[in-house]
């Protein structure tokens, strides 16, 4: 199937989307686009894969306004069928907290939340969350849980990121792929069941916009990662090179005319002073300080957690 078909209709006498397989053939689907609201005509022939198409396909102009017609129709049938209820598979979701220190990159990686299955209850389509309109606001137990869909033309929305309501979980599901699940298939799968299949079960489609735990997993990794940074040890130079310095020194003195002419020692540049910001991970305190020397928080009166921000 092709991006200018349409795998699902509006039908306009009950305002509901329909697969192709559940309405008359060809004009009497009474169906229409749900992007440009042209009327479709149910094409359900022996050979080709079974879509929906413009009724108006000589006027070049509902084409081109309707480039993502498919990407639409997708979308408000999978919202459709999230408000039914079906059982949702959800992604492990895993992080990483990193820093640079004693010359050596340290890194924590933490578990915010194990693959699950959720039901969602209380389900409202195209509702307000957070600044901007999402596809699917619903309840799991005491939580909110947001569903976002996103194509080529539909990028998730930046506001999602950094949610108002800290006890809600955001989801992206991705539809760029999805015109691979209405290929021809002669195994006689609606295309319906096969977009609810896909909801359900596929897990790289989908992944973790927010989530209400991870403010204090990310907040316990980093206590973890200071203190492996401040039990941490350099390991000492290696012997075999001071050794083979040694033997190259008294080499030379037992060969003068080995010995190099005599060079001024130049002592190396002192570090340049510089006033950087920092702030302190464990009590989010800001605060500037001059280099070389130790950042100490004001608050918590350690350095272990201070992480440079910015510097002049």
């Not at 919202?79 to 924590?108: N, S």
């Not at 609810?196 to 316990?220: G, I």
């Not at 800001?286 to 350095?303: E, I, N, Y």
Request: hydrophobic share 30%; proline share 8%; net charge positive.
């Amino acid at each position: 199937m092709t991006l200018q078909h349409v795998p699902f209709g509006l039908r306009n006498e009950d305002h509901s989307f329909v697969d192709v397989s559940d309405v008359p053939r060809g004009k009497k689907c009474d169906c229409i686009c749900p992007s440009c609201h042209t009327p479709l005509i149910a094409r359900q022939g022996e050979e080709k894969q079974w879509h929906f198409a413009h009724a108006t396909r000589k006027v070049d102009k509902t084409d081109k306004e309707c480039d993502f017609s498919f990407f639409v129709s997708v979308r408000m049938m999978a919202r459709q069928v999230i408000e039914t209820g079906i059982r949702i598979d959800l992604p492990e979701y895993k992080c990483t907290v990193a820093r640079q220190a004693k010359g050596t990159h340290f890194k924590e990686e933490f578990l915010v939340a194990k693959q699950t299955t959720i039901e969602l209850e209380d389900v409202h389509k195209e509702a307000p969350f957070s600044n901007c309109v999402v596809d699917i606001v619903g309840k799991v137990q005491d939580f909110s849980f947001v569903v976002y869909f996103t194509h080529p033309n539909r990028p998730l929305p930046a506001e999602l990121h950094v949610s108002d309501n800290q006890q809600s979980g955001v989801l992206e599901i991705k539809l760029d792929d999805t015109h691979h699940l209405f290929k021809e298939d002669r195994s006689g799968t609606r295309q319906l069941d096969r977009l609810k299949h896909f909801l359900q079960n596929d897990l790289p489609s989908k992944s973790w916009v927010f989530h209400p735990r991870k403010a204090s997993m990310q907040k316990a990794a980093y206590q973890r990662l200071n203190s492996a940074i401040a039990s941490y040890q350099p390991k000492p130079h290696s012997t075999t090179s001071h050794s083979s310095s040694r033997d190259r020194s008294s080499s030379l003195h037992s060969h003068p005319w080995l010995m190099p002419r005599n060079k001024p020692i130049t002592p190396p540049p002192p570090i340049p002073k510089r006033t950087a910001t920092f702030e302190c991970i464990m009590c989010n305190c800001q605060w500037q300080a001059s280099l070389p020397g130790q950042p100490t928080c004001p608050k918590c009166h350690s350095h272990l957690y201070a992480s440079e921000i910015s510097s002049r």
